[in-house]
């Protein structure tokens, strides 16, 4: 390479980089990216917790038994879940277990395999999905909880 073609590289490099600095400004799209983060973020409660959400029965519940990493299907159906949760959560609270360390909630519930969706409604569970095919089912049986409570309170 000869060095009127380095110096031609090393320039054209610097300006690209010049042009492209980083901007003191945000971003249009970051405010709805932050909400939309928020709208899908899924909070992580031990089983009392879980226990406590039931018996509350304010609004149908969606328990996510799960672990965060060395599942392959966990980690299959965790960006379709998370595309999901904000459209959940217009019906339902959304809480997420592991699954690994709370092992007498998996067994009360019935959960078989992780990831496992328990919709609750009334005081009792509703449907359990263990690695559904698809987060749409887990979305139905949301649905499901929230339209029988809303006919049964009429």
Known sequence: MSQFSRASTLGLCVAT????GCSQEEPTGVPVLAEAARATNVEEVEASEVYK???QDK???LVELSVTSGCFRCNELNAPMRLQTAE???????VRVNYNKNPKLVNAIGATVCPSYAV???GGLKSIRSWPTSASLVVDDVLVASEDRRTSAN
Do not use: E, M, T
């Open 17 to 20: 980089i010049s042009l492209c």
């Open 53 to 55: 959400l039931i018996n």
């Open 59 to 61: 609004r149908p519940l």
């Open 88 to 94: 959940i959560k217009r019906y339902a609270d959304v």
């Open 120 to 122: 609750f409604s009334g």
